[in-house]
């Protein structure tokens, strides 16, 4: 079946405009998770949606990164005035039902502030 | 924080050698963990997962659990030049209402031809 989807898969951006980074999970999951990899680090959370629970966004690096989730499915993340440290690859990812279950990655939305 | 550690490599072996590659993890309580493969400009991919202590084989890989020792393992016989890629030891990591996984920096896996 169909993998999770992101889009676009590239974004130049310049410093201080604003990007929303969009997802698609699998079907039928129900937990949706962002990451950010910059280059040479390793995976960082950024937020965890389940279900209609409150999203867990202890991860979001400062209040200029913002996510939604519309109807349990399509996820949206929103960073506000854009900084070159911000300039990384956004993973998304979708697990059946969230927990210790196995989490599936999108191809990722690289992001180049300049 | 809790930590997943990881040698960073490169681990090479020669084509059809076993690769051994290690991880240990911080957090006692952690019940679920996984190993992904990421190849260069890829995004990671899941290629084992693993909930309780000892081993689980699937196909050439094969997956090592000891709770006791936080520690986690991945071998992978036969190796092919295919296997060459970051491989991402990742642990879930439960807070109050909410879980995430928390990544190793990763093995670079080289395999010789």
């Known amino acids: 079946g169909a993998g999770v989807s992101q889009s676009p898969s590239n974004k130049v951006t310049e410093k201080g405009k604003d990007v929303e980074l969009r997802c698609d999970p699998i079907s039928g999951h129900t937990a949706l998770y962002w990451y950010r990899q910059s280059l040479g680090q390793g995976l960082e959370f950024l937020i965890y949606f389940q279900g209609n629970s409150a999203p867990d966004k202890s991860g979001l690096p400062s209040d200029r990164f913002s996510a939604e989730r519309t109807g349990g499915s399509v996820s949206t993340l929103t960073i506000q005035r854009t900084q070159q440290e911000d300039s990384a690859v956004y993973l998304c990812?979708?697990?059946?039902?969230?927990?210790?279950?196995?989490?599936?990655f999108g191809p990722g939305t690289r992001l180049t502030v300049t | 924080q809790k930590e997943v550690e990881q040698n960073s490599g490169p681990l090479s072996v020669p084509e059809g050698a076993i690769a051994s590659l290690n991880c240990t993890y911080s957090d006692r309580g952690s019940q679920s963990f996984f190993w992904y493969r990421q190849y260069s400009g890829k995004s990671p991919e899941l290629i084992m997962s693993i909930y309780s202590n000892g081993d689980k084989e699937d196909g050439r890989f094969t997956a090592q659990l000891n709770k006791a020792s936080q520690y986690v393992s991945l071998l992978i016989r036969d190796s092919q030049p295919s296997d060459s890629a970051t491989y991402l030891c990742a642990v879930n990591e439960k807070t109050d209402s909410s879980y995430k996984l928390i990544f190793g920096s990763g093995t670079r896996l080289l395999v010789r031809p």
């Open positions: 990812a979708s697990s059946i039902a969230g927990g210790l279950g196995e989490q599936y």
